[in-house]
């Protein structure tokens, strides 16, 4: 919705998102083009693992019943070839999001690709250690697990409410081994943690931050959901900037760095990690 017009309806865009395999990659890439657009929501429509006619004719009846912008990964030619006659028949934009990609890179390399459905998800050794990585982001959220954070990749610490589990959930999509623990005012850091230090052979700590003002906004909201009224100094402004600060200072003694999430994503958030913990290993 538009901020300069706050009675504008956002307009309704149907979008089919086709694929033959899981759909992340056409989803994925969907929403980030939808978000820079304002006063549009899209009602979206994702068929996956679409490897057959009659799957895609029941996709086709959906099409038509809601007509909109089809995002396809097909590799199918024959399933293609009918997807794009049938959204030119309806006169509504049909696009193959993968195929500006696999041209440069046949061009480039001089060879055909391979035409595989979901070769991506193949289970292989990366496969295993994502895996891997999620079992011991699971085993290892809000501080579990202390007694094997050495064998950790990354250990986030940070005050409550700044998205610790789901950033270490996706850095664990990402193969990488996260764990999390909360930093709790008056309550000393764990040894476990404090014993991490900064070298390069250590897990790389990283301390998440959010301005104050912000964290008491959405920890009000959090024990509203709750049914929780009493006010007390997890919601108190002074209370949560020495909070803050005191997280700062930790993370500075011990060279640990920090990242403010105040305007970022899980995404943005979990892509600076990664950024801090490729030149962490470089140095190892």
């Not at 996956?48 to 099409?63: A, M």
């Not at 061009?107 to 459905?117: E, F, N, V």
């Not at 070298?199 to 790389?204: E, Y």
């Amino acid at each position: 919705m538009s901020e300069s017009d706050p009675e504008t309806t956002p307009e309704i865009v149907h979008l089919h998102l086709v694929s033959d395999s899981t759909g992340e990659t056409v989803h994925g890439l969907a929403r980030a083009v939808v978000v820079q657009f304002e006063d549009v929501d899209a009602e979206e429509h994702l068929w996956t693992l679409v490897r057959s006619t009659s799957q895609l004719d029941r996709v086709l009846e959906g099409i038509r019943r809601n007509p909109g912008i089809v995002m396809f990964t097909l590799l199918n030619d024959e399933m293609r070839e009918k997807l794009v006659l049938a959204c030119r028949e309806l006169r509504i934009p049909c696009l193959s999001v993968l195929d500006p990609f696999i041209t440069s890179f046949e061009t480039y390399l001089g060879r055909a690709s391979r035409d595989m459905p979901g070769r991506q998800h193949e289970l292989d050794t990366e496969y295993f250690a994502r895996i891997e990585a999620m079992q011991y982001a699971l085993a290892h959220d809000d501080g579990q697990g202390l007694w094997n954070l050495k064998n950790a990749d990354v250990v986030v610490i940070g005050v409550s409410r700044t998205s610790k589990t789901p950033t270490c959930i996706y850095l664990a999509n990402r193969g990488v081994r996260a764990a999390n623990v909360p930093f709790v005012p008056g309550i000393i850091m764990p040894d476990e943690v404090l014993s991490l230090g900064s070298g390069p052979t250590a897990p790389l700590v990283v301390g998440l931050t959010k301005d104050p003002a912000q964290l008491v906004q959405i920890r009000k909201n959090r024990m509203r959901m709750l049914s929780e009224t009493d006010e007390t100094d997890y919601v108190d402004l002074e209370t949560v900037r020495q909070e803050v600060t005191t997280c700062r200072r930790i993370c500075a003694e011990r060279h640990w760095p920090v990242i403010d999430v105040s305007r970022r994503s899980i995404e943005e958030t979990a892509a600076t990690i990664l950024k801090y913990y490729e030149r962490h290993i470089d140095q190892a």
